[in-house]
């Protein structure tokens, strides 16, 4: 049974229609790669699914008590450093503290009354109980123990998070994602602004994290290693294919042959039906007879029944040229050393 579902959704932009009557499943454990054109909706999508943005049409329901968390492409920071960035995403554990915290405010005034000390110290247990099954005790060692996995030196804790460089910024909000412990993690475009050691600590925590996945990406790399499952969003509307980015790739080729020789072959079979009908009409303007207006008629009649097969859209040919690097980035491109500008 899917943790959420997406029924009928449809976005528009001004004129531009941008979500055509969608439908998607988050099943568990799913690692669903979305791919598509640049302005086709995916990140527009994800919004939706987030529950960040409104569909025109449509709805997403979702299992009762599930935590979906979503990761944006863009994240500004402020000036909060990186440890209250991750705290400010669990509210739940500042709740419950601010109650402990009130609790022990009225043990101190209840005095010698039993039955109110009674009432406040099972209190106290309940939210103790609930405090400690949330994480509350080992947030912050479990916070900075991901920061460093995710790659930030201890120095870059302390500062804002708007002076981070982009790709920081994207961490720590992985890294909060993380650590609400969602069932649904929403990508948009994982790998941006990071570099080549950023990328990998990322890959393997997607693949490491226990939840369902959902990915918009255009880094073919990443998707091959990550996901399971390629969305292919296009026209509005969406498809899902078995496997990988290479997988998908194979498939998708072969499918646009198939239609391709589909396509052919009834353009054939129109034109041999519309050759039919062009001679029965000559021999009806020459004799009059109705058994070839009739046979014309029937030939029309054939193709107007056909259900008919789009012609393709075939990827342009490539050039025949791979140039394949010693390893995927990283490597130094340009090195410039005492450069000066004058204007």
């Not at 005095?111 to 309940?126: K, P, V, Y």
């Not at 649904?184 to 570099?195: I, K, M, Y």
């Not at 399971?228 to 294919?241: F, P």
Request: aromatic share 4%; glycine share 10%; hydrophobic share 40%.
């Amino acid at each position: 049974m899917a943790l959420l579902q997406a029924r009928g959704i449809s976005k528009s932009f001004g004129a531009r229609l941008i979500l055509s009557g969608l439908d998607l499943d988050i099943e568990p454990g799913v690692r669903l790669g979305v791919i598509g054109p640049n302005g086709g909706g995916k990140s527009t999508l994800l919004r939706i699914v987030a529950g960040e943005e409104t569909a025109d049409a449509g709805e997403v329901t979702r299992r009762r008590g599930l935590v979906v968390a979503f990761l944006p492409q863009q994240l500004e920071g402020d000036e909060r450093p990186a440890l209250p960035t991750l705290r400010a995403a669990r509210p739940d554990l500042d709740e419950l503290e601010q109650e402990l915290e009130r609790v022990e405010r009225e043990l101190v005034d209840a005095g010698g009354d039993l039955d109110r000390l009674a009432r406040l110290l099972r209190r106290q247990e309940s939210l103790l109980e609930r405090w400690t099954a949330a994480g509350g005790p080992g947030f912050e060692g479990r916070a900075r123990a991901l920061l460093a996995d995710l790659g930030l030196d201890e120095d870059d804790l302390d500062r804002p998070t708007r002076v981070l460089s982009g790709g920081q910024r994207k961490l720590v909000g992985l890294g909060a994602c993380l650590l609400r412990d969602p069932d649904v993690l929403l990508l948009d475009e994982p790998e941006a602004h990071l570099d080549v050691e950023a990328r990998e600590r990322m890959e393997h925590l997607m693949r490491s994290f226990a939840g369902a996945v959902v990915a918009v990406s255009h880094d073919r790399y990443l998707l091959d290693e990550t996901v399971s499952q390629i969305a292919e969003l296009a026209g509005g509307t969406i498809r899902r294919w078995p496997g990988n980015y290479s997988a998908y790739t194979v498939a998708r080729e072969l499918e646009l042959q198939r239609q391709q020789q589909m396509y052919v072959t009834q353009q054939k079979e129109i034109a041999r039906l519309e050759e039919a009908i062009r001679r029965f009409k000559d021999w009806a303007s020459r004799v009059v007879d109705e058994r070839h207006i009739k046979q014309a008629r029937n030939k029309q009649r054939q193709i107007d029944r056909m259900e008919k097969i789009e012609r393709p859209v075939l990827e342009r040919r490539k050039i025949a040229l791979e140039l394949r690097p010693h390893a995927r980035g990283g490597e130094r491109v340009v090195e410039l050393d005492s450069v000066g500008v004058e204007l």
